[in-house]
């Protein structure tokens, strides 16, 4: 669905797509309603949302994306990450197929 595919690209490009229970989203929209004395708190580390009354909302988020998002990592980072690992590969690799 359309759902997925943009909650998923926001990953793609550093943002965090924060899903919350349809009652957190009404807690926070009368509180945004304030105007410019309302103040949202995201706390990636956390996995909190906090209103600015100190309502604190908690949500999920998988461990992998979290570290990406803490780390300022894309798909190369994330690679690049394992570089050691792939070279070890690589080596036992040609090793033990030098044909390959």
């Not at 926001?10 to 924060?18: R, S, T, W």
């Not at 899903?19 to 706390?43: F, H, K, S, T, W």
């Not at 570290?67 to 090793?95: C, V, W, Y």
Request: net charge negative; glycine share 4%.
């Amino acid at each position: 669905s359309f759902a997925d595919i943009f909650y998923n690209n926001c990953f793609k490009n550093g943002i965090l797509p924060v899903v919350l229970p349809q009652e957190a989203v009404d807690a926070l929209m009368e509180d945004a309603r304030r105007g410019a004395n309302a103040r949202i708190n995201v706390d990636l580390n956390a996995q909190t949302v906090t209103s600015s009354d100190g309502q604190v909302f908690a949500f999920d988020i998988d461990p992998d994306r979290k570290h990406s998002l803490l780390n300022g990592l894309d798909d190369i980072g994330l690679t690049m990450e394992k570089a050691p690992a792939i070279d070890r590969f690589e080596s036992q690799m040609a090793q033990a197929r030098p044909w390959v």
